[in-house]
């Protein structure tokens, strides 16, 4: 079996093949799909598909870093409540984005320092959006650090010195997609610093979808071809990095407790 640790198939790009979709996944081994949250908007198209695929869904509520604008304090009330009736296994998506708009910047830190509250009081792991903006995201992490607060850095494309800092976090894993097939990424060569028990595998569907399906739109069913990759840097099989994946992130979101 393979978990899908990061998928947004709620999204509209999947529009009426949702449901199909995650039936193409479930056949092709991927039997849990964990669903981040972007906005507000989104909550009911994400508890759609988590009532219709209960043994296959999981929901985690959080404002995404991109989507922090004037209204920011609203959406985290919002978060709040959701998190409130005990649906959700996660704090996230969450975290800063510099890399399309930077208006909203300290906005983006106060929220992010929000949802890291909330991580805590509710005692469940962040998942951590990163992109152009590592150094931001450890300053923060570096205030609020302890044993009781845990995550995954989602579609990490750090190097090596970011991979470092983060495993002295200990307490954090990193979330390997699509990007790690990609033939220019240099992704291979950062994650054989990785451990293998601090990897989980997501797609970030229905984006960066990993060869050979690239270019196309991303879907959970292709995390097989990431297992593959990431199989191969480590040099073993399929069966056994579905079995460590799986356990790490069974671990992380405390799926058997």
Not at 168 to 181: A, L
Request: with cysteine.
């Amino acid at each position: 079996m393979l978990i899908d640790s990061h998928t947004h198939l709620y999204l509209e790009n999947f529009g009426s093949e949702k449901h199909d979709v995650i039936r193409r996944a479930i056949d092709a081994g991927v039997n849990l799909m964990i669903l981040p949250a972007i906005k507000s908007s989104e909550i009911a198209h994400q508890q759609e598909l988590a009532s219709a695929f209960s043994e296959h869904i999981l929901l985690s509520a959080g404002l995404h870093p991109s989507d922090v604008k004037a209204d920011f304090e609203a959406e985290l009330a919002r978060v709040e409540a959701e998190l409130m009736t005990g649906k959700y296994i996660a704090v996230g998506e969450c975290g800063i984005d510099l890399y399309w708009d930077k208006t909203y910047f300290e906005e983006q830190k106060i929220a992010f320092e929000r949802q890291i509250s909330l991580a805590k009081r509710f005692d469940l792991p962040l998942i951590i959006h990163a992109r152009e903006a590592f150094s931001e995201i450890f300053e923060i992490l570096d205030k609020h650090i302890d044993d009781t607060l845990r995550g995954v850095f989602h579609s990490f494309t750090g190097g090596v010195s970011e991979v470092h800092k983060i495993l002295e976090y200990k307490t954090f894993c990193f979330g390997i997609n699509g990007i790690v097939t990609f033939k220019n990424s240099g992704l291979d060569k950062v994650v054989k610093e990785i451990p293998p028990e601090k990897i989980l595998l997501e797609t970030d569907a229905p984006f960066l979808a990993p060869v050979p399906q690239r270019g196309k739109r991303n879907e959970s069913a292709y995390l097989v071809h990431i297992a593959q990759k990431v199989a191969e840097i480590y040099g073993t099989s399929y069966e056994e990095i579905a079995k460590i994946t799986t356990s790490n992130t069974e671990k992380l979101f405390r799926l058997n407790s």
